[in-house]
């Protein structure tokens, strides 16, 4: 079964609009992360912003911030005011945290996207 | 600066020879990790050790090596076994007490198998 799921292969925004790439889990580990990493052409990946399954607020970095719905095991990245720079695959990322599986990143598939100028 | 280093950035081999990959890190961090993705495909782990002299099988271990005999190296050997192993590299390292334990990218080897 997937544990990560990205459902959006490709999104598309006008610079300078809000928005928001979906990404929902599947865990039965009470104790997880949820990271989200932005992924350039040229291949390196950035981490961006993270989420504890215990965290009660919503996280935020900037113009990121994480709609963490856990009841409905979601975690949706949402991007302010999207620049030309934002053009990027971007890959949400949960930890499941005991033993010594602490630290393994479970990667989603992906969402690519276009801001438009 | 402190960082992770991947070496080289693109590697040609041919079908049959074992190849590996360099991984280097000057970030102090204890644990560190090898993950392959296919193009238009997320990251899949390969291996992963948290301290020296110890590793553990990711989800795609087969048809690669690894080892961990210092803190800041941990090359990845791709195998003749590997039966595609045209795809690219990237290896993260963590502090795996940290607030977040996220884990910091290389910028990736690109290995072509012909």
């Known amino acids: 079964a997937q544990k990560i799921t990205q459902t959006q292969p490709g999104m598309f925004v006008q610079e300078k609009e809000a928005v928001t790439l979906d990404c929902t889990y599947d865990?039965?580990?009470?104790?997880?992360?949820l990271f989200w990493y932005k992924q350039p052409s040229s291949g390196e990946m950035i981490f961006l912003i993270y989420?504890?399954?215990?965290?009660?607020q919503n996280a935020t970095e900037g113009r990121y911030s994480l709609n963490f719905q856990k009841a409905r095991k979601s975690a949706n990245l949402v991007i302010s005011a999207s620049q030309l720079g934002d053009s990027a695959m971007y890959f949400c990322?949960?930890?499941?945290?005991?033993?010594?599986?602490?630290?393994?990143?479970?990667f989603g598939q992906g969402t690519i996207l276009t801001v438009h100028p | 600066d402190g960082g992770i280093t991947q070496s080289p950035k693109y590697l040609f081999r041919k079908e049959g020879q074992n190849v590996t990959l360099s991984c280097e890190q000057n970030?102090?961090?204890?644990?560190m990790y090898w993950y392959r993705q296919d193009p238009g495909q997320g990251l899949r782990l390969i291996y992963y050790?948290?301290?020296?002299?110890?590793?553990q099988k990711g989800d795609i271990a087969e048809g690669y090596s690894v080892s961990r005999e210092k803190k800041e190296s941990f090359p990845l050997t791709v195998t003749s076994a590997q039966k595609n192993p045209t795809a690219f590299y990237l290896c993260a390292s963590s502090v795996p007490l940290g607030p977040y334990n996220e884990q910091f990218f290389g910028p990736g080897t690109r290995l072509t198998v012909l």
């Open positions: 970030l102090n961090h204890d644990a």
């Open positions: 989420q504890g399954s215990y965290d009660q």
């Open positions: 050790s948290q301290i020296v002299n110890d590793f």
């Open positions: 865990t039965s580990d009470p104790s997880y992360g």
């Open positions: 990322a949960m930890r499941e945290g005991s033993g010594t599986s602490y630290g393994k990143l479970t």
